[in-house]
């Protein structure tokens, strides 16, 4: 190895510092006494340095090229502080005088971290161990240097990390959390960044840019606040739209021209001047929000792999704290319309209470009240009960559409009967406000397959919204007819209160209003179109609702599939099945006695009053009723006599109906007699509370209010009664 301490001192580079000349020729003395070390030195990854007291370089190794740069020949007899920053050398210098004038460290000489300086002009990151020897009584010092870039870059990307999560958990705020992440990433993973959201349009815009040259990140701010950045990025767009990272490493004006179609979006990009250019998706549970953009333009950087591995771990904490904003926006509005419904809940029963309890007083106060009177309070009563009990059944249907429980029983079916008796129902209401109420139905329209019980409550639904929002002199139209061959169209158009551009997109969902506040013209829970459109669907249909806006009237169209194949047979049957139905969802008139002539019915309930009203119910028809208010009476009566038929009540004291079912079915094997019919009739009214009367041994399950018709009809089918004689008594 060529030593260049032969040459004269005032040739070599680096600092000129008056050393003895016997250190050089001392140390290459001991080294080539033992060669040695000199091949072992050259085999070790950290860079091996050794120096004389005048700070004079006698040795290096192999290693000590790869990380400074520099040939070992051009490194032999320079000062060490060739290989430091220039703040580093005055340091360097006095600490090593005073060590070797008192031995006394000025900093640590075991894993002390300091910067190298490469030859390139960059500092270097390095772990550096001191030790000193000692050859013939002059003293030589060695340094072992790792290059530790790769620790440094891992500790700060964690570091990078930490902090960009601590700032996405400091607020839900997104908005603001965005603007800072992008001011974080410059300069640490950028000189440009910026924050591309997919908007509910499906458009893209930028929620927030950063740039590390002041004058561009001014501008970039401002177009932000002016909405000017509302246009597709292409790197940003095909991240999103893709759902993959967009990597460039070298940016060309090719590549430019080829993303950047728009010549003044070309023209913007020039001037930012991007060298290197990445985005990674903000994906989440599925869900894409938008793009995280990076460029490198005045630095030198060139992004790698690892660059793009840690945007994409950056990317993932965004969208997830973007979701979680998403989760917390919607919890909270859940929580505004949670409040907001029971307000409107409580108002909404209590406004028909107020009646019923008003007219049932003044009914019985009243020592001469004239008949003309009393038919009022009574119809003013039923009224508001039927009310009462239709925001109950709406309040059920709501809770059978979450669960996914709500059924319909589809067979072959006429429309035109259908929405001529839900128009018959609906007329008394609109004649009560003065509303013209018309329809229209084409007899063309074929069969289609579905539930009468469910199509009247999409007709009368959509009658209901337009009768309430319909001032008196206003005018509601109802048209049945064909679009095209494959489907029926039903419209409900009305002259009303119409609908704002804001509100028509949230018209179906559940508990909406246009209008919530306790001020409101028009009552209601919000449920009765979300009901309609989730009834649509059931049928393979759709609904959609127009309006020009406030006070120009709205309009509804239901469409429904046809029957392609229809039949005279198919129609017969459904019309049976709809005067069934209607009789069941009439206006709850008796039927006349001898329905449940003599039939044995035992009724179990707890409730006084009700079990009055139905012991009355099923006495008008002729039936024998054994009334008890718990199950041991119950109990008790069924041991002792014969019954054709059980209706009893579920939430009973002591021992509930279910209790009383498993109980009654021992007696009968017990004491050999045949299975009683059951019914249950029950305020629990949902779709599990079903199944659990018919699992626990009920044949049929019916829900609180009753009328008298389907009371009637319900225990003449479970006791087999036959259908003509029910049909008769109407």
């Known amino acids: 190895m060529k030593r260049p301490f032969d040459e004269p001192a005032s040739s070599r580079r680096g600092e000129e510092t008056p050393v003895p000349e016997e250190s050089p020729a001392l140390f290459d003395k001991a ?34 090229e790869k990380i400074f740069g520099y040939a070992v020949d051009e490194l032999l007899g320079q000062s060490l502080t060739l290989l430091m920053p220039d703040y580093l050398r005055h340091v360097h210098r006095a600490g090593l005088g005073r060590y070797i004038a008192d031995s006394v460290k000025h900093i640590a000489w075991s894993g002390v971290e300091l910067p190298g300086l490469h030859r390139g002009g960059r500092e270097i990151p390095l772990e550096i161990s001191f030790g000193e020897f000692t050859l013939e009584g002059r003293k030589f010092f060695t340094g072992i240097a790792r290059d530790i870039t790769k620790r440094k870059r891992a500790e700060e990307a964690q570091q990078f990390m930490i902090d960009a999560s601590e700032l996405l958990a400091a607020s839900l705020d997104h908005q603001t959390n965005l603007r800072r992440l992008a001011q974080l990433c410059v300069p640490y993973l950028a000189d440009w960044c910026g924050v591309a959201l997919l908007d509910a349009d499906g458009s893209i815009s930028f929620a927030a840019v950063a740039h590390a040259d ?18 597709e990025p292409p790197v ?40 290197s250019l990445m985005a990674v ?18 630095s030198n950087r060139r992004y790698t792999e690892i660059d793009l591995r840690q945007a994409e771990d950056l990317g993932r904490r965004v969208a997830l704290a973007l979701d979680h904003s998403r989760m917390y926006r919607e919890a909270q509005e859940a929580n505004r319309l949670k409040d907001e419904f029971l307000a409107t809940l409580s108002h909404e029963l209590r406004t028909p209470l107020t009646s019923i309890l008003g007219w049932a007083g003044l009914l019985r106060s009243a020592r001469n009240i004239d008949p003309a009177q009393a038919e009022r309070a009574l119809e003013v009563i039923e009224r508001n009960a039927r009310a009462q009990n239709q925001l109950i059944d709406d309040l059920l249907d709501a809770s059978r559409i979450i669960t996914g429980h709500l059924r319909i029983e589809a067979r072959p079916i006429a429309l035109g009967p259908i929405v001529e008796a839900a128009v018959e129902a609906a007329l008394p209401l609109a004649r009560t ?31 209901s919204n337009a009768i309430k929002f319909t001032p008196g002199g206003g005018r509601i139209e109802v048209r049945l007819e064909c679009e095209g061959t494959r489907w029926a169209q039903l419209s409900v158009a009305d002259t009303g209160d119409g609908i704002s551009a804001e509100f028509l997109p949230f018209v179906f969902e559940r508990f909406r209003q246009a209008d919530g506040t306790p001020t409101r013209a028009h009552g209601g829970l919000g449920l009765g179109l979300a009901i309609v459109r989730h009834l649509a669907e059931l049928h393979g ?18 469409t429904l599939p046809l029957l392609l194949a229809t039949g005279p047979s198919a129609s017969r049957v459904e019309s049976a099945a709809m005067g069934g139905r209607a009789t069941i969802t009439g206006n709850g008139e008796t039927k006349p006695p001898r329905v449940l002539a003599n039939l044995r019915i035992l009724v179990v309930e707890d409730d006084e009053d009700t079990l009055a009203l139905l012991g009355r119910m099923l006495e008008r028809q002729g039936a024998r009723v054994t009334l008890c208010s718990s199950t041991q009476s119950a109990l008790a009566a069924f041991s002792d006599a014969m019954f054709d038929l059980l209706i009893s009540d579920i939430g009973l004291p002591v021992e509930d109906g279910y209790m009383l079912m498993a109980k009654i079915r021992e007696l009968e094997a017990g004491q050999g007699k045949s299975t009683i019919p059951a019914l249950a009739l029950t305020a629990y009214a949902m779709e599990n509370d079903r199944r659990r009367a018919l699992d626990a041994g009920f044949q049929r399950h019916l829900a609180k209010p009753v009328s008298p018709a389907e009371l009637v009809e319900v225990a003449a089918k479970l006791t087999k009664r036959q259908a003509d004689e029910i049909g008769e008594s109407n």
């Open 31 to 64: 080294g080539q006494s033992d060669g040695r070390f000199l091949s072992f030195a050259d085999t070790a990854a950290d860079a091996i340095i050794v120096i004389d007291s005048a700070s004079r370089i006698l040795f290096v190794n192999r290693a000590a």
């Open 214 to 231: 002041p004058a561009q990140a001014e501008r970039a701010a401002r177009l932000v606040e002016l909405g000017q950045t509302k246009f």
């Open 236 to 275: 940003a767009a095909a991240a999103i739209h893709t759902g993959k990272s967009q990597f460039h490493p070298d940016v060309t004006d090719e590549l430019l021209k080829a993303l950047m179609p728009n010549p003044a979006h070309l023209s913007v990009m020039r001037e930012m001047n991007l060298r």
């Open 281 to 298: 998706p903000l994906g989440a549970r599925g869900r894409t929000f938008g793009a995280l953009s990076f460029g490198a333009a005045q």
């Open 433 to 463: 406000k003065n509303v013209n109420l018309a329809s229209v139905s084409d007899p063309k329209v074929g069969l289609i397959k579905g539930d009468a019980g469910r199509l009247q409550q999409i007709v009368g639904n959509l009658l």
């Open 541 to 558: 249909g759709t609904v959609a609702a127009e309006s020009a806006g406030r006070d120009q009237g709205a309009k509804f169209i239901v």
